[in-house]
């Protein structure tokens, strides 16, 4: 069974014939190419396949492809400039040690701007919370937090 | 410190600083590519059967109707494996098993088809009868006589390995000694958890030689066991090239090859196509590698002043089912046993025991942390018996530059003391406290030199410099996520006089890159660090002698800064760097600049007796922790936590921090939250809701103070600090619990339960 859906990924407008049992990480990984949202686990636990979904963080492992008809899909590939400036998190993750291995990465910068989209003066617990579904064994998290909490400054302070 | 040290008196303008870790853009944007992401013309997928049964004769495999589903292409079971294809340091494991199994991680069969989907299907398809036998899964039971064996024809569990030592005379210092604790400890399963699960794509080309990109930590020595393999195929005089793509994490997962890489070889060769295999996260947990658990035996004694007087130690380990070089820790075990803080009279014995439970391999300390657990908990109790506050014993005893100890180490610098300071100054660690509050402390010695476990310790470096001021260079060294590629560009560009973006770093491709014995050891920073900074000081000369002429000046004169050469005392006489380039590059008779240079640290292999310098130098660290115990629940809350390191010198305090706590919280893991449950050789919690990891919501605020010694053999004076950061982690956690509550918990991890189950039994005690 197939379905055409339609959605918006990254700003872009996108028709597409999905298989009814793809997973929206299969849509994007496999089908359109998009290798920045990664699989760490497949079962909802590590995180590391966090998408935005009309604004909220999900993870795309557990989210069906024909879901999005209609929606409004953020990835990791979607957050930097057309002129290749970072992201203030992207950018804040690199400046603060936030990226080792890189494979949490960028579900950990997802997580981070759907909380930061929805509350960008997030304190510390509220950060701890929103990231709490996204596994890194690398950082030990403290250079993570950190890259949230200097990328919420320069987020709030650019809007001001 | 010397002031005679140059390594402690340089000025430095890229060495020191806090630079990004050089691919962390590329992974910020989503950019990099990792195994999942590699697809290659033509490629198909290998999937791999795993045993039904713990332990059980093979009767019958029929793969008939697996090879006749569409889409597969080749099928293969441990009769298509040539004899003499076997892996790990024993060599008694063949990629896919025949006859026997013993673990219920054994591969039975792999299949390759066009689609993973397909090769699943196939996989579902082939037919096995099994004999159960009874299986072995206590590594002490395993040790008696009339315990099934695990492999006929090794006639014993227990593997025949060298692990014993005994310096000076224990028994009769254990009779002079003023106090004497005995206790056992046990540690369990953990397994690395790298987010990137592994995986291998290999390929042949027209003539045979094998292309394999691979999650590994050892290129070089990768690419030894697969030669080898190739050889067993009847492939002589074949190339290998190994390449290692962004890795999603490591910590000593991929110091062997697997059994994965060796069916992907099999497999590529009976298909001729590029087959990939990459495992999901239940296969991670249940066919990759863990810690090794272990049984210890301890006893300290010290004198009635507290200093000393010697350890006695006696270790069980559970090997598994087969022989990773994980086997080697207890050679590493030795390390903190005879040399963390002076002892002269040490006794240790390991023994390595076959068992029918999954094997063992390399995790992040390799042995060190199982056995800092029981000396550092020990050494509390020492304290308490004495009399003597824990501070001070560990003061008394510390190592200091200049000791030898028994084993033969010779310790170069040594920050010890001022890492117990570092500590004390953040954490009072015998101060006045809250009920249900308590401070712990435990130190570590590491090696930090390098280590020659391998017949070599050594990494080559390839330097060349193009027209236009940039660098670039091959090194053998690894970059796994930890930021051996910045350590290199920073060294490079200081020696030069560059800066970072000036220089390109190559690594993890046998066919460009040099050797190097891998990624382990917490020795890349040091060692490839030493090799590129050799390359770096050849290039140099040839750029200070080529403008000693154009700027006619003397050699030693002449300055490299800020891509700029220039004459000391003289701004009129200077010239970008990439000019004189191209002026040595397009004179007549020109020259291009590069430089090859091979470091091999003066390290010893260990002798007779276990003795020898293992390490060129030490890293030191103590750790120091504040804990809540809840004596309700059981549950150990961690409050604050110091981790004080002597690194030598700091090439990149960013990075360093990094490394120090991601190290804490795994070793915080180790000691409260995560165990592989086995049950009766069987896996029973292999996804993240039951294996448990620290979240960001467990996470804590980590004081990392960084102790300079600047080392005379580093390169700028740094050591290795990859994995010391969790070493002492288990044993200061204890300690700080029964500081809060006077219960001693010996086996890791300290779960709530086994905490109230303390607390319950020392109610019953009566009072002395």
Known sequence: MTTNISFSLNGDEISYEVKDHWTLLHLLREEMGLIGTKEGCGNGECGACTVIVDKLAVNSCLYLAIEVDGKTIETIEGLASNDGTLHPLQQSFVDNGGIQCGFCSPGMIMSSKALLDENPNANHEEIKHALAGNICRCTGYVQILESVEAAKGQLSGGGQ | ?768
């Open chain 2, 1 to 768: 410190m010397s002031e005679l040290n140059p390594n402690a008196t340089q000025e430095l303008s890229v060495v020191g600083k806090r630079i990004p870790k050089l691919d962390a853009a590329l992974k910020a944007m989503g950019r990099a590519e990792y195994i999942q992401d590699i697809k290659l013309p033509g490629m198909i997928y290998g999937k791999i059967l795993y045993s039904k049964y713990a332990h059980a004769n093979i009767v019958k495999i029929d793969t008939s109707k697996a090879r006749a589903l569409s889409g597969v292409y080749a099928v293969l079971t441990g009769e298509d494996v040539p004899k003499r294809m076997k892996m790990g340091f024993y060599k008694d494991n063949p990629p896919l098993k025949k006859g026997k199994v013993c673990s219920f991680r054994d591969e039975v069969a792999a299949v390759a088809a066009i689609s993973p989907e397909i090769a699943k299907k196939a996989l579902d398809l082939i037919e096995i009868e099994y004999e159960e036998l009874p299986g072995i899964f206590d590594p002490e039971k395993a040790m008696e006589k009339e315990s099934p064996l695990v492999h006929e024809y090794h006639k014993t569990n227990v593997l025949n390995l060298p692990w014993k030592l005994h310096y000076g005379d224990v028994e009769q210092a254990q009779k002079d000694s003023a106090f004497v604790v005995e206790e056992k400890f046990t540690t369990q399963w953990v397994t690395h958890c790298c987010l990137g699960t592994s995986g291998a794509i290999a390929l042949f080309d027209a003539k045979d030689n094998l292309t394999i990109h691979t999650n590994t930590q050892i290129p070089s020595l990768a690419q030894k066991d697969f030669l080898e393999s190739l050889k067993a195929m009847g492939l002589e005089n074949k190339r290998v090239r190994v390449i290692k793509p962004i890795i999603g994490g490591g910590f000593g997962s991929k110091l062997d090859t697997y059994a994965y890489e060796h069916i992907a070889i099999l497999l590529a060769y009976a298909t001729r196509k590029p087959v990939k295999i990459l495992f999901d996260r239940v296969e991670e947990f249940k066919a990759t590698s863990t810690r090794q658990p272990t049984i210890i035996f301890i006893k300290q004694g010290c004198d009635k002043n507290g200093k000393l007087t010697f350890r006695d130690m006696r270790m069980i380990l559970d090997n598994g089912a087969y022989t990773s070089w994980g086997a080697t820790t207890p050679s590493v075990m030795m390390m903190p046993i005879t040399s963390l803080y002076r002892v002269e009279n040490v006794r240790y014995d390991a023994k390595c025991v076959y068992t029918n439970n999954t094997y063992s391999q390399a995790f992040r300390g390799y042995g060190n942390p199982q056995a800092t657990f029981a000396i550092e908990s020990t050494l509390d109790m020492l304290a308490e018996k004495a009399g003597i506050s824990r501070i001070d014993i560990r003061r008394l005893n510390r190592n200091q530059p200049g000791d030898v100890t028994p084993q033969g180490f010779k310790i170069s610098s040594c920050g010890l003391s001022e890492c117990i300071d570092a500590v004390e100054k953040e954490l009072a660690i015998d101060g006045p406290k809250e009920k249900g509050i308590g401070m712990g402390i435990a130190s570590l010695i590491h090696v930090g030199g390098g280590a020659r476990i391998y017949k070599s310790d050594g990494c080559g470096a390839i330097l060349k410099m193009d027209d236009y001021g940039k660098v670039d260079i091959f090194t053998g060294g690894t970059d796994m996520g930890q930021g051996l590629d910045n350590i290199t560009a920073q060294i490079v560009a200081e020696e030069l006089g560059l800066l970072v973006d000036d220089i390109n770093v190559v690594h993890s491709d046998t066919d460009v890159c040099p050797w190097d014995v891998g990624a382990h050891a917490s020795r890349s920073t040091f060692v490839a660090g030493n090799a590129a900074l050799g390359a770096a000081k050849i290039v140099k000369k040839k750029i200070l002698e080529y403008g000693s002429k154009l700027l006619e000046a003397k050699p030693e004169d002449l300055v490299l800064k800020n891509r700029t050469i220039s004459v000391k005392g003289d701004p009129e006489k200077t010239m970008p760097i990439d000019k004189l380039l191209r002026k040595a590059h397009f004179s007549p008779g020109g020259t291009m600049l590069m430089a090859d240079f091979f470091y091999d640290p003066a390290n010893e292999n260990m002798g007779k007796e276990m003795k020898g310098n293992m390490s060129v130098t030490y890293a030191f660290g103590a750790h120091g922790v504040k804990v809540k115990v809840d004596e309700e629940t059981g549950k150990v809350q961690v409050l604050d936590y110091v981790a004080a390191h002597d690194v030598g010198r700091a090439i990149n305090p960013l990075l360093l921090e990094g490394q120090v706590y991601g190290g804490v919280l795994m070793g915080l893991g180790y000691a409260l939250t995560e165990e592989v449950v086995v049950q009766d050789g069987k896996t029973m919690n292999a996804n993240f809701r039951d294996y448990k990891l620290f979240t960001a919501m467990d996470a804590i605020k980590i004081k990392a103070p960084v102790v300079e010694t600047y080392d005379e053999h580093g390169p700028f004076g740094a050591k290795g600090i990859g994995e010391p950061g969790c070493v002492p982690t288990a044993p200061a956690i204890a300690n700080a619990i029964y500081d809060a509550v006077g219960v001693r918990i010996t086996t890791l991890p300290i779960t709530p339960e086994k905490v109230l189950a303390a607390l319950k039994e020392k109610k019953k005690r009566p009072l002395n």
